[in-house]
Every structure is written in C-alpha cells, then in structure tokens.
C-alpha cells in the first residue's frame, strides 16, 4: 500500500528489496496481529464504547508519519523490526479472540474480508499464501483499487534484486501522487474499522427505541468512513453487518446547496430509484434521504439530492472523503443494503462519530421522553386546549404547513380530533440527536377505541430547559 507506516525494514531478507513498498503492507499486517491480542484482553476485561473509542484515537495520534519513521535511528528501526517479527509469528491467541475477529471478518463485506486475510496472511509470514489470495482477489474484483495496490506490491517482493525499483525512482513518484495518499487512508479507516469494534449489546445512541415495522436501521460514522447495519426484532437492534462508505469531499455537516458536505441528523430513506434510470456514476442504485428534515430547515440548512448510492462500474470504492454530500458504497455492498431497506421506516443516522450505549441505557433513555409524550396525550384527550399549548412552540408547523398556536387553530383540531376518545399509541419509535440542542424525532401510529386504524404521526420536539416542546409534525397516514 505503498508506505501508510514507515516503522521499520523487514527482517526477512527476500523481502527486504521491496521494503520500501511493503512497509505499509507490513504495518498494517501487525496491526490486524495486534488486533487479535486486543480482542483477548477485552475478552477478559470490558471496556465501556467510549473508553475504547479514546483508546483508538490515542493510539492514532501517537503513530509516527512517514517522515518520522524515516528519520529514526538504526537501533530504534531494529527494535521495530523484532517487534513486527513477534507480531508475525503469532503470540497464543485465545478462543475469545479468534472468534471476535472471525465475527468482526464475517460482517465485513466480501471484499474487504478477503483483502483483510491477505494482510493476515502476509503478517504472519505467508507472503505466498498471500499473493495468491490478493490475486484471485483482483481477478474477481478487478476494479478493486486497494486490493490492485496491494497485489502489486506483494508481487515486488518477487521481483531480483537487480530488477527491483530504486527508492529515488518508481517509489518516489508513487509517494508523491494525491491517488496514493487517498488509498493509504481507505486502507487505515478500513483497519481501524476492524480493530475498534463496537462492544456487544450496544447500539448507536441515537436509536433509543425502535418499532418493529422498521425492521432494519443505518447509522454512519464519518469518522470511520463506515456504515453499520442494525437489524430489529423482539429482542431489539443487533448489529448485523457494516462496510466503508466514503463522504463529502469537503467532509461533514452540510450547511448550504453546493458545499460538498455530508449532512449530519437523522433521516429516513424516501425512495429507491432504479439503477435503469440513473448515470452509471451512480452504481447500483440509491436511496434518497430526506435532507433536509424539519430540523435541517428550522436552522436555515439549504441543499437537497443526498443519497446513499454506488461506484461508477470502472471503480470499486471511492477514497473516504471524495462526493458531493451522498454516502458513497461499493456495489456489492450496496445491492446488499437495498434488499434490507424500507422506504419511509429505515432511519439512517450520520454522524461525526458514533457513541455505541448498552441497550438498557437505551430503553431507560426512551422512558424519560414516554412520560412527556403521553402527557401531551393526556392534555389532548382532556380537552384542555391551555394544558396543550404548553407542549407546542409558537412556530410549530405541521407538514411543512404553519399553524398558528397562538391562535389556537392547531390545539382547536387537535382537541376536537381526540377529546373524549380512547386512544392507543403503537409502533413507538424514538431517535434522539444531540448538536447543541437536544432533539426527539418521534414516529408512532396511533388507533382509537373501537377502530381499526388510524394516523401514523412523526413529530419533532425540541428541548428547552427541563421541557419538551413540539415544532413540526408530519401525518404520514
């Protein structure tokens, strides 16, 4: 990959011709070792999503770039050397371990788990092993950039060492190119992925509860350039598969039309447009997003066409900052997620970074806001048209049309609709976002005594002080 990590020279003297080609192949092999060795002490020692997370960026952080590297003694290059070797070899790894990083491999996409084998192979001293997977790899994904990458530079160490590329030459140039620069990067996010895993038992801590008509949820951390797929059922959201996704060139937090940044909130997907009727730049289709939401456009948010969409047919993934605002996937990946996927009831969570909560933090979360939207229930079917202002701001709209709470019109249709009726709330799904204030976006159906159906209601509050107040609603039904 084309130096990522310049620690050290490799100690095997075959492959020390292409060493300076294969040093980010090496790093990134000792870390997916070290990945293992972390996964046996986290068998025995729990660590909490955020611990874990600030563990990772410390770790990032005290990485030397490739200049430092290049400038270490001699003696520091040869203690790197005998600690990529150790890693190499193979320290006793746990059952635990071995059967966290097979889970961690099996919800990775197809692709990305094959070239991940190729970086253990190859840490492990099988560079043969390895090339002959990196190269069935790029056979059968030869769009495949990284993998491309990476077979060429297993196939160096192949090469004599009177044919082989002096560093003055080839590798300076390859250094040099922005292309390259973009790799190395898509291959650390795709690493760091696999080693800081979210903790078993969590979720995102957006998803505080979720009906089971959703039956699927997405939540993206830009940080990690991945997306995470939760599936949902009577024993709540698991994590069942996730893949790398690029973003925004310009990154995230979407503001204007034309900034090329990816929005950050929650959403939903609108639609599913059909790869016939789309520029092949967009792959195998796309989900529309409903950016901007209630809450986007009450903070003045301009901008519109954000998608969760493929790679044009020439190119496998995109680098992790490289659209226009859309959440990028590679094809496999995505045709995976479109067979998941319901318009109108999977939410799609973006974020900076994800904060993954025990799922009984969750629950007891969800519970606070229950209290205060079953008191907005109550004041309704009281008939209490003062109690009920009380829940609503002044600017409050609903389906993208004002009404005038001052005026009572909306507390007026509000009380007449429900004054005096049981009613049942169904199908409750919370999600919560945190970015300075403090939101709920509330989805549930509710159904009167005696009927057998009703509306299904998304609302939006806002809280202020010890308070949640109403600023849009939308009647889905």
């Known amino acids: 990959m084309a130096d990522i990590v310049r620690r050290s020279r490799l100690r095997n003297p075959a492959l020390r011709r292409g060493a300076n080609m294969l040093a980010a192949l090496t790093a990134a092999s000792a870390l997916l070792l070290a990945t293992h060795g972390a996964a046996a002490a986290a068998s025995t020692k729990p660590a909490s999503a955020k611990t874990s997370g600030a563990k990772a960026n410390k ?9 430092e590297a290049k400038a270490r003694t001699t003696r520091k290059a040869s203690a790197a050397d ?3 070797a150790a890693a190499a070899k193979g320290a006793p790894r746990s059952k635990a371990a071995a059967a966290s990083s097979s889970a961690a491999l099996q919800q990775a996409g197809s692709a990305e788990a094959r070239l991940i084998a190729v970086y253990e192979l190859f840490g492990r001293g099988q560079p043969r092993p390895a090339l002959a997977k990196a190269r069935d790899l790029v056979r059968d994904y030869p769009n495949f950039q990284l993998a491309q990458l990476v077979y060429a530079d ?5 090469v004599p060492p009177a044919h082989a590329f002096s560093d003055a030459t080839g590798i300076g140039r390859l250094r040099s190119d922005p292309a390259m620069a973009d790799l190395r990067e898509e291959s650390r996010r795709r690493l760091q992925a696999l080693r800081d895993r979210p903790p078993a038992g969590t979720v995102p801590s957006q998803f505080l509860a979720l009906s089971t008509r959703s039956r699927y949820a997405i939540a993206v951390d830009a940080s990690r350039s991945r997306l995470y797929l939760l599936e949902n059922s009577d024993k709540g959201l698991q994590l069942v598969a996730d893949y790398y996704v690029s973003v925004g060139k310009s990154g995230i937090g979407k503001a204007t039309e034309g900034d090329a940044r990816t929005p950050l909130g929650v959403y939903y997907v609108t639609s599913s447009l059909d790869p016939k009727s789309l520029r092949d730049f967009y792959g195998a289709g796309a989900l529309p997003i409903n950016y901007p ?5 009450r903070r003045g948010k301009t901008g519109s066409g954000i998608w969760l969409h493929g790679t044009p047919p020439q190119q496998f993934s995109r680098a ?3 659209s226009d605002g859309c959440v990028v996937m590679a094809n496999p990946d995505l045709k995976q997620l479109l067979r998941k996927v319901q318009i109108g009831a999977t ?3 973006t974020a900076s970074s994800l904060q993954w909560i025990p799922r009984p933090q969750a629950e007891k979360e969800a519970q606070t806001f229950t209290s205060a939207i079953s008191a907005w229930k109550d004041a309704r079917a009281n008939g209490n048209e003062a109690q009920l202002k009380k829940f609503y701001l002044p600017d409050f709209q609903r389906n993208g049309s004002k009404k005038n709470t001052e005026g009572f019109s909306v507390l007026h249709d509000e009380v007449e609709y429900a004054q005096g009726k049981r009613v049942q709330f169904k199908d409750m799904s919370f999600l919560h976002w945190r970015d300075g204030d403090d939101t709920m976006v509330a989805t549930f159906g509710e159904v009167f005594e005696g009927e057998k159906s009703g509306r299904t209601r998304r609302q939006y509050w806002l809280r202020q002080g010890s308070e949640w107040k109403l600023f849009h609603e939308e009647i889905l039904g």
């Open 293 to 297: 939401n209630p809450y986007d456009v």
């Open 347 to 349: 939410p799609v969570v």
């Open 82 to 84: 005998a600690r990529t």
């Open 320 to 322: 992790p900052l490289a």
């Open 59 to 67: 770790a990032s952080a005290s990485r030397p770039t490739a200049r």
């Open 154 to 158: 297993l196939l160096a160490t192949q």
